[in-house]
């Protein structure tokens, strides 16, 4: 029969009103949304008659306030209501019947507030269409799950961060020395005023080039590639003059290397915004461990067998984890005294052990930059592949010192006795500093050399005579860095996966069990493509061009990475939460993107910049460029900027930042208090009610109430399922079967 | 829409190709049974063993109990009209708040609307084939209910389902069929 009241009673259908809980605010707020929604009838009615004696009054006072929630709820779209088709139907034709006794002037305010909905979400859709690689992606998350799927649109954001910083630099640094013969623009150089610091001996080969020198030329940058486009030294122009107005060079070399580390920083804080938010929400919560796996953990999905074997395993794999990490904690807190002393000592000498690790490779790849420079000094030609090495010495080593440093991180954490979760974050930790830091050594050593002179201090401010353009060879640097990468990712493809998944195909020896098939492993591969996009950072601006190349790299990355997914891997037996995951790639860039920021800072501002090349020819330092252009520019103008870089304006600056910061933080204090006291107070309400219910039976004692009834037996006789309605009994702590029909999708989801 | 013609929209037109597919499904899930013409409306129901069986159903651990949450007899006898309903709820351009009620429908083993200890229990051994040991088990439901009980009744009301599910992450990407 239809259950339409929140109290129940019994199976002949009478219902037993109790006037003082028919007027419970929370009662009425039930039952008109129910028949708001679109009831039929024949509820209607019987509710009608229900309500003649006791609710009018209440009544009345309501009906003001109801009218306008009946209100909200038209608003919404019909599918997107929580009700049965039937009821979807009903709704609609309810909703047509109103409509046409609306005025003209509303009935058009609905028609184009719904036709600029239609629009909102046509644009919405047709822009998520137009996203890159958008069908491969949905095929990689089909196969391999969220872990993977956010590692490959990472990857996507790199690659259009790294074309936007291209378009960036070519539209303000390259666009207008191109344009400006065909629209009559004069670019004066800068001169060559004869001193000792601008000499600048040419590196194209002369006479007889063998056609592997032009080979070793495009790997390392040098050669016939130091004097185009690529490097910094080639960008010679101080002023253009157009027609119409005169374009500052340098200084717009400048200010778009500090635009594309403003952009880069702003779309990295915007990405991850939603992401932390998720983050601080879980961590509060401790929610991820239990209940998410078990009602949301399963992908409905899956229709493959051996997906499901997987899933799973993965599931499973999962708790038992939580489980073990529950089971640690208590053995942490289980600890004595002397096991904490132990446990602390062994720490601290394994620490110093990674440091004695770390610096002995950054020790290495110190040398290793000076013996590479040295050897391209003295010029020393032993033979095509010796040389190559010789220049790519650096690199090698970085990368030799990258591949080795994870396996001691993972097998020396075994020792540590921590929680498996934090073993994970740290060991990621430790190889994101290696990663990170092994550029900062290269580039230290690299400065090093070039300020160093045989009678100090510099005559130029640097060592004229072997860096006479220092900044074209730190871009080299950087170029030969990003080739290196990609020749070491590509082979590692080549030559290790695919032998790997042939091997372990079709042997059956020993070796290939133990080595087992490749695992696509997400942190690793994740700190590959981060350390890649930090040298692109630092390197564009030495070598404008670098982000192209690096657009060009990551888009091949990704079908390589594709392929060899597919063909080689099989999905992570441990896997990698999705939902933190996002939040976790863009921290690490953004670390990386800290990590970019110094040396072009440093250099920028500190080291006198190469007098033979380069569009700072005529000045001190870079930056030297933006304090001659603010003095051009009119008085009013200049006096604001200057009050605005004043230290006065740097202190207030800062002060108001902190008290932005203290506010915001005790602002997310407070509503954590709030929203534990209002869970308390939900907790409170529910215990409320159920004595309130208790005590009212109790006073009343309704006799036509029979007495308890087995449970389930009501309960299947009550039929009608065609709307969700509820019947929580509390005929487990009352003897009167009372039973509370409460309809759950209205009263807790509903505005 | 008023008195205007009605315009086909490509909305429209998914909604209607969607509904007709699932059609061609449903009928093709017994030939013989299932008419073609339904203005006599006539009453046909498909038995619970030949929907479980459908290729989007089959590895699912939950597919008995998805499909007795949608049919009105509670045995699991579906309808065209609740068959669209299932796969309605189930596709990706259902609301939370109507997934939350199913889900907790599904979940809810002795239809007693509570989510207690043994209906836990019950989902658990379905989802890892009762490979943790029973000792894992109860702590594993007992943090379950820990987490997510409000009201101290040591069982999951509604309420506190649909308070823990809108703040669970991985709820709407996982809790879809594709069909």
Redesign the interface.
């Given at each position: 029969m239809e259950v339409d009241s929140v109290f129940f009673t019994d199976r002949s259908g009478r219902v037993t009103s109790n006037p003082l809980l028919d007027q419970l605010p929370s009662y009425q707020s039930l039952l008109y949304r129910r028949k708001s929604s679109g009831a039929g009838s024949k509820r209607r009615n019987s509710s009608r008659n229900r309500f003649g004696s006791s609710g009018s009054n209440k009544w009345a006072v309501n009906t003001v306030s109801k009218h306008e929630e009946k209100q909200k709820l038209e608003e919404r779209p019909i599918r997107e209501l929580p009700k049965t088709m039937a009821e979807k139907r009903q709704q609609k034709a309810q909703r047509l019947q109103d409509a046409a006794d609306l005025s003209s002037w509303r009935q058009w305010k609905q028609g184009t507030r719904r036709y600029l909905r239609r629009l909102r979400e046509d644009a919405h859709d047709w822009l998520s269409s137009l996203q890159l690689w958008r069908g491969d992606i949905h095929l990689i998350e089909g196969m391999f799950g969220q872990g993977i799927l956010s590692y490959f649109s990472f990857l996507r954001f790199l690659v259009m961060l790294n074309l936007i910083i291209f378009v960036l630099m070519f539209s303000f640094v390259m666009l207008p020395i191109i344009i400006a013969p065909h629209t009559s623009g004069n670019i004066t150089y800068n001169l060559n005023d004869g001193g000792i610091c601008s000499v600048y001996p040419s590196s194209t080969r002369r006479g007889l080039v063998i056609y592997y020198e032009h080979i070793a030329d495009l790997l390392s940058g040098g050669g016939f590639l130091e004097q185009t486009y690529l490097f910094y030294g080639y960008y010679r122009a101080h002023k253009i003059y157009f027609p119409k107005t005169t374009y500052n060079l340098p200084l717009a070399y400048l200010l778009a290397t500090i635009a594309y580390l403003f952009l880069s920083l702003v779309w990295i804080v915007k990405r991850s915004a939603t992401g932390f938010k998720r983050s601080l929400i879980q961590d509060e919560d401790r929610f991820q461990s239990f209940c998410n796996k078990i009602f949301a953990g399963w992908d409905f999905c899956i229709t493959n067998v051996n997906a499901s074997k997987l899933k799973r395993s993965s599931l499973l794999y999962e708790l038992k984890t939580d489980l073990e990490e529950e089971r640690i904690k208590q053995k942490i807190a289980d600890r004595t005294r002397k096991e904490k002393c132990r446990i602390y000592f062994i720490r601290f000498l394994l620490n110093l052990f990674v440091m004695a690790v770390l610096a002995g490779c950054f020790y290495s790849i110190y040398k290793a930059t000076i013996f590479s420079q040295k050897a391209q000094m003295d010029n020393i030609k032993v033979n095509f592949i010796v040389d190559l090495i010789y220049e790519y010495l650096p690199s090698i080593v970085i990368t030799l010192a990258n591949f080795i440093t994870p396996l001691v991180f993972s097998i020396i954490i075994n020792f540590e006795d921590y929680s498996p979760a934090f073993e994970i974050r740290f060991t990621l930790m430790r190889c994101v500093f290696m990663r990170l830091t092994s550029i900062g050594v290269l580039l230290f050593s690299l400065w090093s050399q070039i300020t160093k002179c045989k009678e100090e201090p510099c005559v130029c401010g640097y060592n004229h005579l072997l860096y006479s353009c220092w900044e074209t060879r730190v871009g080299q640097e950087m170029y030969k860095l990003t080739i290196f990468d990609f020749i070491t990712i590509v082979s590692v493809t080549i030559f290790v996966e695919f032998p790997r998944k042939l091997i372990v195909r079709h042997c059956d020896c020993g070796l290939a069990k133990w080595w087992g098939q490749q695992e696509f492993a997400i942190p690793q591969n994740v700190l590959e493509i981060v350390y890649g996009q930090t040298i692109c950072w630092i390197g564009t601006f030495y070598c404008p061009l670098l982000p192209a190349i690096c657009t060009i790299k990551y888009f091949f990355m990704f079908y390589i990475k594709k392929l060899s997914l597919i063909n080689n891997c099989r999905p992570a037996t441990r896997p990698f939460r999705a939902s933190s995951s996002n939040f976790f790639f863009l921290c690490v860039l953004l670390i990386g993107l800290a990590l970019a920021c110094m040396p072009v800072i440093a250099s920028v501002a500190q080291i006198n910049c190469s007098q033979a090349c380069g569009p700072f020819v005529n000045y001190t330092t870079s930056w030297e460029v933006v304090p001659t252009a603010v003095s051009q520019l009119p008085d009013g103008v200049q006096g604001l900027l200057w009050a605005l870089s004043s230290e006065a304006f740097a202190v207030s600056f800062f002060v108001v930042t902190c008290l932005a910061m203290f506010y915001m933080i005790a602002l997310a204090g407070a509503h954590k208090k709030v929203i534990k006291q209002l869970r308390e107070q939900l907790a409170m309400d529910g215990r409320d009610k159920r004595f309130l219910i208790q005590k009212l039976c109790q006073a009343q004692r309704i006799p036509e109430v029979r007495p308890s009834q087995p449970r389930q037996q009501v309960l299947s006789s009550s039929s009608s399922r065609r709307s969700p309605n509820y019947e929580t009994s509390f005929s487990n702590n009352f003897d009167e079967s009372l039973f509370l029909v409460h309809s759950p999708p209205d009263s807790s989801t509903h505005v | 829409?008023?008195n205007k013609q009605t315009i086909f929209?490509d909305?429209i037109i998914i909604l209607l190709s969607f509904f007709f597919s699932l059609h061609a499904r449903y009928h093709e899930l017994a030939p013989h049974l299932v008419p073609m013409d339904y203005t006599n409306e006539p009453d046909c129901k498909l038995p619970l063993a030949l929907i479980v069986n459908m290729?989007?159903l089959?590895?699912?651990?939950?597919r008995n109990r998805i499909v007795e949450s949608f049919?009105?007899d509670?045995m699991g006898n579906l309808s065209f009209?609740e068959f669209?309903?299932m796969f309605?709820v189930?596709s990706e351009?259902a609301?939370r708040?109507?997934k939350?009620?199913?889900?907790f429908?599904i979940?809810d083993y002795n239809?007693?609307?509570?989510l207690c200890k043994e209906d836990?229990k019950k989902?658990?051994n379905k989802?890892?084939?009762e490979?943790?040991t029973p000792e894992?088990v109860d702590?594993?439901c007992d943090?379950?209910i820990e987490?997510?009980d409000?009201?101290?009744?040591n069982k999951l009301?509604?309420?506190d389902?649909?308070n823990?599910?809108t703040?669970?992450?991985?709820?709407l990407?996982?809790?879809?069929?594709?069909i």
């Open positions: - | 829409m008023g929209t909305e290729p989007e089959k590895e699912n651990p939950f049919s009105e509670g009209n669209v309903d309605s189930l351009m609301p708040e109507l939350a009620i199913y889900a429908k979940y239809v007693d609307n509570y836990l989902t658990l989802l890892t084939k490979e943790l894992e702590l594993v943090k379950t987490e997510a409000l009201d101290g009744d009301s509604y309420s389902f649909e823990m599910i703040r669970a992450p991985d709820f990407s996982t809790f879809h069929i594709r």
